[in-house]
């Protein structure tokens, strides 16, 4: 599975897009990008994820480049819940054999600020 | 509610001791797994298992064990051998694709180990 960069952290003001980066410039072409988030000591909540088009549900949209190297997450209007550390994981296709586990960084700590 | 649960929240052991940990899902899931996260680390994969009977270890297996009996069940044991077991340990199950690529995880809500 590809690896993934992402910023350490982020702030945001309250009611703004909160914009979060992630790189994946190793990324194959069966690589679903996913992003999680988590906030303080629970357990991570599935956001969104997308291949190569730009994908939008309730909670987020991800856009993701035409070469697939990087994508976007976007909040749109931020609210202090939103504060929790976001991450971002690339993983193929399911298959024969595949083991399924998605590969965890260190994710962004996002702040959202008053 | 159809979810995960984990139980206890906050569990202590004295050290050499074994401890089991609590995973139980009524979401119909086949795959189930279990994590480890340490103090601003990300996840990391102890096992996991695609359905009953049958688990595979993750990245992180020694010292610890599992068993899949009941589809709903994934309890996981910290053994002695686990030479540093003081973590937050979060178990998460998925459905089975049937060959799609969507494999959302849902994740319970953790417990918090210390072992003095």
């Known amino acids: 599975d590809a690896k993934t960069t992402q910023p350490p952290s982020m702030d945001c003001a309250e009611g703004r897009a909160a914009n979060l980066p992630c790189n994946h410039s190793t990324i194959s072409g069966n690589e679903y990008v996913y992003w999680y988030r988590q906030i303080h000591s629970q357990g991570p909540q599935y956001i969104i994820h997308g291949l190569k088009n730009n994908e939008t549900n309730e909670m987020a949209s991800l856009i993701i480049t035409e070469d697939r190297k990087s994508s976007t997450l976007i909040l749109p209007h931020a609210t202090l819940r939103d504060t929790a550390v976001y991450y971002c994981i690339v993983r193929a296709l399911y298959n024969a054999g595949n083991n399924r586990k998605l590969i965890w960084g260190l994710g962004t700590s996002l702040a959202v600020n008053p | 509610d159809g979810g995960i649960t984990q139980s206890p929240k906050y569990l202590f052991r004295k050290e050499g001791q074994n401890v089991t940990l609590s995973c139980e899902q009524n979401?119909?899931?086949?795959?189930m797994y279990w994590y480890r996260q340490d103090p601003g680390q990300g996840l990391r994969l102890i096992y996991y298992s695609q359905i009953v009977n049958d688990f595979q270890k993750g990245d992180i297996a020694e010292g610890y064990s599992v068993s899949r009996e009941k589809k709903e069940s994934f309890p996981l044991t910290v053994t002695s051998a686990q030479k540093n077991p003081t973590a937050f340990y979060l178990c998460a199950s998925s459905s089975t694709p049937g060959g799609q690529a969507y494999n959302e995880q849902f994740f319970g809500p953790g417990t918090r180990l210390t072992v003095l």
């Open positions: 979401l119909n899931h086949d795959a």
